[in-house]
């Protein structure tokens, strides 16, 4: 396997990608994600961006994976209009989000996201 990931990915239309007929989400292979989140707008100014991990992630079974996808996915639609790109990587355990640059915004939805999913923690956030 080369640098490609299995990940889920809210991009566009800011949903997490997955049928909700399947009992697992979709997983998709994808480019590393340094090449597809951008980090600049249209005029050049840089994104903010934050990162949590969600410890495990990836060997919890069907349904509580399904149920923490849901919350996480209800959390990111409230800010469905800051985001640039959320990626759910479920190799890693880890969520990355790239927001607009706003004051307080990632550390409100990071906040929230923890709330929902108390297994989430915070690992790093940029903001511009």
Partial sequence: MSDKQNSLKIRGSNTLLHDSSLNHP???????????????DPEGKPYSDFMMIVPGLRNFESSRLRNIINKMEAVLKLFEKDIIVADLNLKINVLWVTIQPR?????????????AVPEAKLVSQHSA
């Fill in 26 to 40: 979709e997983i998709q292979h994808a480019e590393p994600l340094w090449k597809r989140a951008p980090t600049r």
């Fill in 103 to 115: 004051l307080g915004l990632s550390t409100e939805m990071a906040a929230l996201l923890h709330h």
